[in-house]
T-cell receptor, first 113, second 112 residues
């Protein structure tokens, strides 16, 4: 059974700092890994999708990497802003469990002005 | 258009009521999903429809009844719910299996 862990559970940084969020998974048989952002009481906003054959994806100030063999992904946020404050979730879509996605518990980020 | 639209945004229902949640997408996605999310927890998968057929039911109680009338619509029919069913219900869609999933903004359900 796939298990997904996100570290840290919460993170508070001053505005302007670069930061890294971590996601680890136990089963490397995956189709892809997706990073989401969720604001309180809202739905999930897709940030980046990395296919199993890819090593990284970039969008603006965000960069996500994937090391499938070690079961790790990182989300790098450059020059953080107060508007980046949210919960960040990673979801791993497995290739051996009918394509279901397994979510981590998330990292709650607070960026202080 | 990368939007998944869910209605209503908020719903309060009694334990004897029958209500339905609706989800719509026009991205041509043939996989649609229902998730349940409790406060400060990740989404939990409930149902998956693939090409309008139910492909995954994660042992969800029968008081939740999904329906996929066509490739753009997904419903979740609710009957005789319990207070512990209060949660944020999220709909998502994707091309089956290996592409990006898009989520709606959710329906906040309160059972009284």
């Amino acid at each position: 059974k796939q298990e997904v862990t996100q570290i840290p559970a919460a993170l508070s940084v001053p505005e302007g700092e670069n930061l890294v969020l971590n996601c680890s998974f136990t089963d490397s048989a995956i189709y892809n890994l997706q990073w989401f952002r969720q604001d309180p009481g809202k739905g999930l906003t897709s940030l980046l999708l990395i296919q199993s054959s890819q090593r990284e994806q970039t969008s603006g100030r965000l960069n996500a990497s994937l090391d499938k063999s070690s079961g790790r992904s990182t989300l790098y946020i450059a020059a953080s802003q107060p508007g980046d404050s949210a919960t960040y979730l990673c979801a791993v879509r497995g290739s051996t469990n009918a394509g279901k996605s397994t979510f981590g518990d998330g990292t709650t980020l607070t960026v202080k002005p | 258009d990368t939007e998944v639209t869910q209605t209503p945004k908020h719903l309060v229902m009694g334990m004897t009521n029958k209500k339905s949640l609706k989800c719509e997408q026009h991205m041509g996605h043939r996989a649609m999903y229902w998730y349940k999310q409790k406060a400060k927890k990740p989404p939990e998968l409930m149902f998956v429809y693939s090409y309008e057929k139910l492909s995954i039911n994660e042992s969800v109680p029968s008081r939740f009844s999904p329906e996929c009338p066509n490739s753009s619509l997904l419903n979740l029919h609710l009957h005789a719910l319990q207070p512990e069913d209060s949660a944020l219900y999220l709909c998502a869609s994707s091309h089956p299996r290996d592409t990006e999933a898009f989520f709606g903004q959710g329906t906040r359900l309160t059972v009284v």
